[in-house]
T-cell receptor, first 112, second 112 residues
Framework: DGGITQSPKYLFRKEGQNVTLSCEQN?????MYWYRQDPGQGLRLIYY???????QKGDIAEGYSVSREKKESFPLTVTSAQKNPTAFYLC???????????FGPGTRLTVL | AQSVSQHNHHVILSEAASLELGCNYS??????LFWYVQYPGQHLQLLLK??????LVKGIKGFEAEFIKSKFSFNLRKPSVQWSDTAEYFC??????????FGAGTRLTVKP
């Protein structure tokens, strides 16, 4: 069953703690993306990676970090430096530059 | 700043009414255009896309969109909506720099 999985679906953390969100794809896509979705603001790009061992900052990378050690995996760490981490996080992947992106189910992070 | 604008935050229609959701963008040059839909509790999924060719694009579930280059617009239409079309709709643009940019989204509520 091909697709993108994100885990967990809901995540709660205390303020000041780092937390890592998982994203795995078995679509054999080169490119992977992390977005943050807030009500009334659409999706904003945090980080993206077009190839293993390489990634680029998006518009709102501050307070986040990523790694791309394997083609299938693109975990996102929300660090304690992120001022407003409570949000819905979406991972996506795609085959080519400027092409369609396929989205995972998302992780809703709540920082208490 | 360059952007993607969706004019309506929330649209409420009765079943069988016609739908048009506006999307304008401010990027020059060649762009790829997309409409995504997010049904309640589901993944973001692609409705339709435009890369080149016929500016009238047909997508899934009876949706279509028209690219009007002179107006920098890519409006989404459906002649007769159903209750099951209740969802949030996002317009997205990939301009020359290859980052996908999303509008803020339009929430559509269809009353049975």
């Amino acid at each position: 069953d091909g697709g993108i999985t994100q885990s967990p679906k809901y995540l709660f953390r205390k303020e000041g703690q780092n937390v890592t969100l998982s994203c795995e794809q078995n679509l054999n896509h080169d490119a992977m993306y992390w977005y943050r979705q807030d009500p009334g603001q659409g999706l904003r790009l945090i980080y993206y990676s077009q190839i293993v061992n390489d990634f680029q900052k998006g518009d709102i990378a501050e307070g986040y970090s990523v790694s791309r050690e394997k083609k299938e995996s693109f975990p996102l760490t929300v660090t304690s430096a992120q001022k407003n981490p409570t949000a819905f996080y979406l991972c996506a992947s795609g085959t080519a530059t400027k092409g369609e992106q396929f989205f995972g189910p998302g992780t809703r992070l709540t920082v208490l | 700043a360059q952007s993607v604008s969706q004019h309506n935050h929330h649209v409420i229609l009765s079943e069988a009414a016609s739908l048009e959701l506006g999307c304008n963008y401010s990027y020059g040059g060649t762009v790829n255009l997309f409409w995504y839909v997010q049904y309640p509790g589901q993944h973001l999924q692609l409705l339709l896309k435009y890369f080149s060719g016929d500016p009238l694009v047909k997508g899934i579930k009876g949706f279509e969109a028209e690219f009007i280059k002179s107006k920098f617009s890519f409006n989404l239409r459906k002649p007769s909506v159903q209750w099951s079309d209740t969802a949030e709709y996002f317009c997205a643009v990939i301009p020359d720099n290859n980052d996908m940019r999303f509008g803020a989204g339009t929430r559509l509520t269809v009353k049975p």
